[in-house]
Structures are given as C-alpha cells and as structure tokens.
C-alpha cells in the first residue's frame, strides 16, 4: 500500500504543478500568432513519441551531480535529485506535459475569438478576460488535463525506473511495484496492485469522458 | 476620464492591409468623419466594415492613419501611438453579439461596470435592464432568452458603460421589422440624451431608410461615397457602387433628347443603333452617360410583346446560355450584350438556345443612372 501511496502523491503533485505551468504555455500557444510556434508545440508533443527511456535517460543525466540541474540543485540543497521524489515529480512532469497542454489548448482555442474581443472592449485587461471568460468556458478542457496527466503519471513506468530507481518509499509505485512482484513471482500481489490501478484508471478515464459529454459549447448568436 | 461626452468627433484615417494564406490580399483605405448620431457604413460584405470597426475599437491596429475621438488621440502611426482597447471608452456590440454564455444577463450587463462600487453597479445594471424592457430575464443566461432579447442585453452591456463612440455591427440582422423597429427607437431614445456618434453596419437597405442620417458606403476597402441616404443609395452615382449593389450590366450610352416633362430621357447605347428610355438625369444632350441595369430586372420574350407599358422593348438574339445553380445566365445581344438572369424553367418554356431571336423589355426606372 505504500507504492499505491506514492504513486497517488506523487500523480497529484505533478497534476497541480502540470496546471500551473501548463496554463500559461497552452495560453501561449493557443493565441500566439508567431511564425515559430511550431516548434514549441512539437517540443511539447516530444514525449509521447519518445520512449519514456530515451526521456528519463536524458532526465537522469541532467540530474546527475554533474549535469547542470544536478549541480543546480546541490548547490541550493546539499542533495542531488536523482533518485529521490522530487527528482520523480521533474521526470514525471516532463513525462506528462503533453498530456496537460494540449487539452488546454484545445478548449482555449475553442473559445469564441469574439467573446474575448468583447472582453477587451468593455475595458478588461488580458487577465480578468482569462480568469473571468476563457477559463470558465475552458472547464471541460482543464478537468481533462488536470485528470489525464495525474492518470498518466499514475502508470508511468520507464521514467520513473530511469530516474528514481526502486527505493521503498521514496521512489517506488506502483507500476514499479507490480513489475518487483512478478520478477519474485509473486503473482497474487502483482495482480491485486494491477487490479487497483485497473479500476484507478477506469474510474479516472469515465470522469474525462463524462465530462466532455457535457455540451458547454460557447453559445454564439446565429 | 471626461465624463463630458456630448459633441464629440469620430475621426478615423485607416490604412491596413490584410494577407491571409491562399486569398488575394485586402487593401482598406479610408478616411471617415462621424458626428453625433447614427452614421450608417454600408456595403457588401468583404467591403472592409468589419475591419474598419475593429481597427476603431482597438481590436486591430492599421498600419497607418489617425484615430480620433474628440481631442483624445486613439491612434497615430506617426506617433507610434496604440491605445489599447480596454482603455478606449469604444463600446462594440458584434454581429454574433459575443455575450457570455455563462454569465446571466444581469452579470453580462454588469461585465463592463467593475470600476463601480457594488451599490451604484447594481443600480446603473437595473436602470438599463428597465430602459431596454429585459428586466424580467435578468437572471437568465444568454442561452435560455429569445433573439430579441439577446440584441437588447448585447445593447445594454455596451451603453451601461457609457462610452463615448458606440459601433453596431450587424445589431439587428435576423429580427422581424416591428422588433427591429422598437429597438432602434430605444437607442434613438438613449441617444437623444447622450448625444455620442454611433456607427452602425449594415447591408439591409430597410435599416439604412429606418435609422439613416448619413450613410457611408464601403466598397473594396474604399468609402465610395458619403452623405444622406437618398443621395448615395437611392440612384447609384458611381460605377463602384453600382458594381457593388450588384448592377451585372453598365453600358456606355449617348444622350439623344431630354423629356423633362416625362421625367425622362432617351438615350443611345454604345456604338449600336439600340436607343433606350432611362430616367432623367443632370446631363445634356450628346453627353455620355453610363446606364447600370441588373440582370434580374431584364425581361425575355420570344414575340414582339404588345400592350405592355414598359418603355423599352428591343429586339435581338441570343449569344450563349449557360447554367449556375438554379439560374440560366443569358447573353443576349442587342447591338450591345446584355446579361441577362432568367429561370430554368423559363428556358424551357420559351424553348431558349443561342441564336434564337428574342425582345428584351426594361422598364425605365429599371435603367440607373451611374457617374
């Protein structure tokens, strides 16, 4: 149960932090008009076609104590990042970034163009039209990526043995846990941790789906 | 803030282009005045009205000219000067109308107001609510009222502000006569007492006679002409409008005598020896005139028609035929070509085909004269 503790931490903390981080990116690149966007949002994309390997490969070398992040954060904390749980909620973030972004750009540019003029007009700056207009009608779409990226971190896999390793406690989930179990064949507790991130997944797939069943489109006059 | 708003100017000089992917690029360039009360800026759609509203409102930014409201400068390209929209005091109702799905009336009305203090807002929100008779959906959200109301909320969100230019695009498209009517004697009414310039698009010639005091008319991205509505709509006085109110045939004609008493006069067209009756117009005899006719006004018979009281019938053949949708586009030539716009069915019925011989009939007051 302590994997399973984990696991779920660590997938709420990377889902806050994917949100905080993931709003002004999706803003950005929902309404940007420069030329290069393109490479942002494939740099965004970049982890679902990696191998979660390749991703936790270069995230443990960059928190190594000789990498600049490792080397960054000893010399704030006086401990490397590598193989502890922060380390894990950096990796992860990374690893899920996609999942929170583009579903928030999605429901950004969902947004009529003229609900955001009329906001402007009627005197609101670029942030209460955000948190007054675009975030409200984006709901649907921030629901979605808050759940989907703490479902994705919730499974991960190669990352998390990449970077974090297998250390009781600290860096070891679930899926970890499961693959731990099967390797001593120990199949009866492999299969009740499968089975608890079965149903985990089912229930957190059902409130996305659920959720976009709502119709909250924008209305517009026609 | 002024809160002196009576009397104020709308002066806009606008030059801004537009490129988008794959489309020819748009030029608009005008320069317009707008005094107090309702300006109409008429035109096609693609006529450049929507841009030039947003380049007013702040929305877009020209890439060169002047913008003026009063003594306050809005934009000036030579000063590199952009005030933003929120601070230009420029209240838009759109022609989606654009409110907040998920706000009540009440709270769309009240977006604008946030300056206020709670007490004075809900005041100034429940002033106007009862001013344009939609007190009684204030709780309700845009979704849940009728068109009507829905034009009278987007309304009130942008007057309760007190702005000092108000642009209406397309306010009023799709309401029935008498509503559009109320609703415009509403906002007469509110600007009687406020006395700021409202520019108001429309493509409708009904709103144009119903609220007209002057009308700018927008063709190309130009202004074409300006002035009171009779004289820039009514008989088309220059070839763009005339293209633009959709004129398919504009002939080149002499004068050959004027029957002032009729009220008309004859002219020959082209080169041809095709002479036609047209209204009277400022011209002497021998001058050169253009004559626009719509396609749609012409008639076709394949017998000398008799007992008509159409001025002009004119005897000719058919040059070609050919269909776009549910329309029989014919050439016709009578010493000079005509197009002219007839049903299927008519070409059936008359057993139409090139080479055919056929009478053209026009009525005089279908003939316009153009500049």
Same mark, same amino acid.
């Given at each position: 149960m302590e994997a399973l503790w984990l696991s779920l931490k660590l997938a709420a903390c990377v889902a806050a932090i994917l949100l905080a981080i993931g709003m002004p990116v999706a803003y950005w690149l929902a309404y940007s008009s420069w030329r290069g966007k393109f490479l942002l949002e494939s740099v965004v994309a970049l982890p679902l076609v990696l191998p979660p390997t390749v991703l936790g490969f270069y995230a443990l070398v960059a928190m190594g104590p000789r990498g600049p992040l490792g080397k960054f954060w000893i010399a704030l904390f006086g401990h490397g990042l590598a193989f502890t749980f922060g380390g894990l909620i950096l990796a992860s973030v990374l690893y899920s970034f996609p999942f929170a972004v583009q579903p928030l750009v999605a429901s950004f540019e969902g947004v009529d163009r003229r609900l955001l003029d009329a906001s402007a007009v009627l005197g609101a700056g670029t942030l209460r039209t955000f948190w007054r207009i675009i975030l409200p009608l984006s709901l649907p779409g921030v629901v979605t990526a808050a759940v989907l990226s703490f479902a994705h971190t919730l499974g991960e896999f190669g990352v998390v043995l990449m970077v974090g390793g297998n250390l009781a406690g600290v860096t070891r989930t679930v899926s970890i846990d499961i693959y731990d179990h099967v390797q001593s064949l120990e199949y009866g507790a492999a299969n009740r941790m499968a089975l608890v991130l079965l149903v985990i997944s089912f229930v957190v797939l059902s409130v996305v789906y659920a959720v976009n069943r709502r119709v909250w489109t924008p209305w517009t006059a026609k | 803030m002024d809160g002196e708003v009576t009397g104020t100017m709308l002066t806009a000089r606008i030059r801004k282009e537009r490129r988008s992917a794959g489309a020819a690029s748009f030029l608009l360039d005008v320069s317009i005045e707008v005094p107090p009360g309702i300006t109409i800026l008429f035109g096609a759609s693609g006529a450049g009205k929507s841009t030039l509203l947003d380049c007013v409102a702040g929305l877009t930014r020209p890439d060169q000219g002047r913008i003026t409201a009063g003594s306050d400068v809005l934009f000036d390209s030579v000063r590199a000067l952009h005030v933003l929209a929120p601070k230009r005091r420029i209240a838009y109702v759109f022609q989606t109308l654009a409110l907040f799905p998920h706000l009540t009336a009440e709270e769309n009305v009240a977006y604008g107001l946030r300056d206020l203090p709670e007490e004075g807002r809900r005041e100034r929100v429940g002033e106007i609510l009862n001013a344009f008779r939609v007190q009684s959906v204030r709780k309700q959200k845009p979704g849940e009222i009728s068109g009507g109301e829905r034009q009278r909320i987007a309304l009130a969100r942008s007057l309760v502000t007190e702005p000092r230019v108000l642009l209406l695009d397309e306010p009023l498209t799709g309401l029935d006569a008498a509503l559009k009517a109320a609703i415009v004697d509403d906002l007469r009414a509110w600007n009687a007492a406020k006395g700021i310039p409202i520019l108001y698009v429309t493509h409708s010639r009904d709103e144009v006679d119903a609220l007209g005091e002057r009308v700018i008319a927008l063709d190309h991205g130009r202004v074409v002409s300006a002035g009171?509505?009779?004289?820039?709509?009514?008989?088309?006085?220059?070839?763009?409008?005339?293209?633009?109110?959709?004129?398919?045939?504009?002939?080149?004609?002499?004068?050959?005598? %004027?029957?002032? #008493?009729?009220? @008309?006069?004859? @002219?020959?067209?082209?080169? #041809?020896?095709?002479?036609?009756?047209?209204? %009277?117009?400022?011209?002497?005899?021998?001058?050169?005139? &253009?004559?626009?006719?719509?396609?749609?006004?012409?008639? %076709?018979?394949?017998?000398?028609?008799?007992?008509? #009281?159409?001025?002009?019938?004119? &005897?000719?053949?058919?040059?070609?035929?050919?269909?776009?949708?549910?329309?029989?586009?014919?050439?016709?030539? =009578?010493?000079?070509? =005509?197009?002219?716009?007839v049903t299927p069915g008519a070409v059936r019925a008359l057993e139409l085909a090139p080479d055919r011989r056929v009478w053209l009939v026009l009525k005089t007051h279908s003939c316009h004269l153009v500049d």
């Open positions: - | 009171a509505p009779m004289e820039v709509l009514d008989a088309p006085r220059r070839k763009k409008l005339a293209q633009a109110a959709g004129f398919e045939n504009l002939l080149n004609a002499t004068v050959l005598d %004027l029957r002032e #008493s009729d009220g @008309v006069m004859r @002219v020959r067209l082209g080169e #041809s020896a095709c002479e036609i009756e047209v209204p %009277l117009g400022y011209a002497a005899v021998g001058t050169r005139v &253009e004559v626009a006719v719509r396609a749609g006004d012409i008639l %076709l018979a394949t017998e000398r028609p008799r007992g008509l #009281s159409a001025r002009n019938i004119i &005897e000719g053949r058919i040059l070609s035929l050919e269909q776009r949708g549910t329309m029989v586009i014919a050439r016709v030539d =009578f010493g000079v070509t =005509f197009v002219v716009h």
